[in-house]
């Protein structure tokens, strides 16, 4: 009889070590999912060495401060789960950051209901849109953008409505489900970079999830785990072919299409920039620059060059078809420049040299549509 009393007791310390050993790991997982997303990233990390980071500041209007201070600008910020998008940056109040309760990257917050005189301009777009290693708001395209059109109009505000990452569908929902509330004079949307990113990615760039949405399914299969149950069911095809470009500009007209369907009852303007990126720009590139470019397939730029024609043409036809819809091809903008001209950090993002031209250039276009003071 005692001897089965220690089988038995073997048998439940056995069990508990096991219970608590597999507890442990759990934690320790779900840690480590936590700590690796706990902080934003700045370019800083990415810039390795003093050589890396004295090339990259040529990117910059100040370039001692931006060598000085790369570790604390923006680059992959701490986000938050959002309903419908999934998620969206973390409201702070970092001066390098600056990021309103609404989740907008802005200098102020949404007043509700709009006070007389302003004119409110909410820019939709994925990273470079949201300022990827601007040291601050008012050196990303939004807030230069709010710089130059208040010297028109004093009333003008510009949120920036864009998240890394972001693609054509989430600011689709966000036009619908949330700007369409929040009295828009205009809704200008600097895009077309991150569809062919995902879609070469073999994603459904209408049914994906981004690197944040994908964190936090990890984190919740963490806690079923933590709780002793089974992981959620995987819906998602890890990967799918490639769609094809005509396809891709497809889907990104659908989004477009119906993020004015419901701009239509507020006679909101939509203006489309499609923006620029290296592997479509014909910029010569510094040394630099072709060394953050050359981990690029062949197959992979002549992709995204396809995809962006296909924008034009479709884009082009569909503001001739929408009089509410204006589409400007922004690809083109730094062709011209030359390999002493340092513009891009990486394939997609820039330093404020090339968010204020890009600024600029959105400026002019958008000069109509603001009423004079």
């Known amino acids: 009889m005692q001897t089965v009393w220690i089988v038995l007791f073997a048998l439940a310390a056995g069990a508990a070590a096991g219970f608590l050993l597999g507890r442990r790991n759990a934690i320790s997982g779900l840690k480590a999912l936590v700590k690796g997303r706990a902080e934003a990233s700045s370019p800083g990390q990415l810039l390795k060495t003093p050589e890396q980071r004295r090339g990259a500041a040529q990117a910059y209007l100040d370039v001692e401060a931006a060598e000085r201070s790369f570790g604390r600008y923006a680059w992959d910020v701490p986000v938050t789960a959002l309903p419908f998008v ?13 990021v309103n309760r ?13 006070p007389a005189g302003r004119f409110r301009i909410f820019l939709t777009g994925g990273s470079a849109a949201f300022g990827a290693g601007a040291p601050d708001f008012a050196h990303s395209i939004g807030g230069f953008l709010e710089t130059i059109l208040r010297r028109k109009l004093p009333g003008v505000e510009v949120f920036t409505v864009a998240s890394p990452a972001w693609a054509g569908v989430h600011e689709r929902i966000m036009v619908e489900n949330r700007l369409f509330a929040l009295e828009p ?3 200008v949307s600097c895009s077309g970079n991150n569809d062919p990113h995902w879609a070469w990615n073999g994603k459904d760039i209408l049914w994906f999830r981004t690197y944040a949405e994908t964190h936090f399914w990890k984190l919740l299969n963490k806690a079923y785990e933590l709780a002793g149950s089974r992981p959620m069911a995987e819906t998602l095809a890890e990967k799918k072919p490639v769609e094809d470009a005509e ?31 290296m592997p479509v720009s014909k910029k010569k590139l510094s040394a630099r620059e072709k060394e953050r470019f050359a981990v690029w397939h062949p197959a992979q730029i002549a992709y995204f060059r396809d995809c962006y024609r296909h924008f034009r043409r479709d884009l082009t036809d569909l503001a001739q078809a ?34 204020r031209a ?16």
């Open 86 to 98: 999934g998620f969206a940056s973390t409201p702070s109040t970092s001066p390098h950051l600056g």
């Open 102 to 114: 609404h989740h907008f990257r802005a200098s102020r917050e949404v007043e509700t209901p709009k």
């Open 185 to 187: 004079d205009l809704i």
């Open 247 to 277: 396809a891709v500009s497809r889907l990104v007209r659908h989004n477009v299409s119906l993020s004015l369907r419901a701009l239509k009852p507020l006679a909101t303007p939509y203006v489309y920039f499609l923006q620029p990126t």
């Open 322 to 355: 929408e009089p509410g819809f204006t589409f400007v091809d922004m690809s083109t903008l730094f062709d011209d420049k030359t390999a002493s001209d340092e513009l891009f950090l990486d394939a997609y993002h820039f330093g404020d040299k090339g968010y």
């Open 358 to 373: 890009i600024a600029e250039k959105m400026a002019e276009r958008l000069d109509s549509f603001v009423p004079e003071a």
